[in-house]
């Protein structure tokens, strides 16, 4: 998919990415990588006692395979500005072996006092294989708009 500029973003507009499986590598690599060793994501004994039963994933690694998901989309590889903000809500565990994808609405557009760019407001859902919403959030970009010849 092409970038798509603030213009042709329009209220409403469904996006949906391909699934990614997560794996134990994923949790250990995330772990080290944030240093968040807590025993419900590391420790399988531990985790057996635990209210999930189970290791889960790091809530932010849900938001953060959300974002590289998100990416492969292509529909802002060169119009992004910046993030400006999110909200973001864990509503269940991510675990291992779930195969998690990203639904995205847009939920509002709106003008700014720059001529080159608009704020568009994502409504975003991290949806695992069962087809429940395990993340869900708004998230808030500045998005370039078309220039002269675009």
């Not at 395979?65 to 992004?80: I, M, N, P, Q, R």
């Not at 675990?95 to 557009?109: A, F, L, P």
């Not at 700014?112 to 069962?130: A, C, S, Y």
């Amino acid at each position: 998919m092409r970038s798509l500029y603030y213009e042709e973003f329009a209220v409403g507009d469904y996006f949906e990415t391909r699934g990614r499986t997560i794996t134990e590598a994923d949790i250990v690599a995330f772990a080290g990588l944030s240093w968040d060793f807590n025993s419900i994501h590391t420790d399988a004994e531990y985790a057996k006692g635990s209210l999930f039963g189970e290791r889960i994933a790091h809530g932010a690694l849900g938001f953060v395979v959300h974002t590289g998901l998100s990416a492969a989309l292509g529909h802002l590889t060169d119009t992004v500005v910046a993030f400006m903000g999110m909200t973001w809500n864990f509503h269940k565990p991510i675990k291992i072996g779930d195969t998690i994808h990203v639904e995205q609405n847009v939920k509002s557009k709106k003008d700014t006092d720059k001529t080159d760019m608009g704020i568009v407001v994502f409504d975003t859902r991290l949806v695992n294989q069962k087809g429940e919403v395990v993340q869900q959030g708004d998230k808030t970009l500045f998005v370039k708009k078309k220039g002269p010849g675009k």
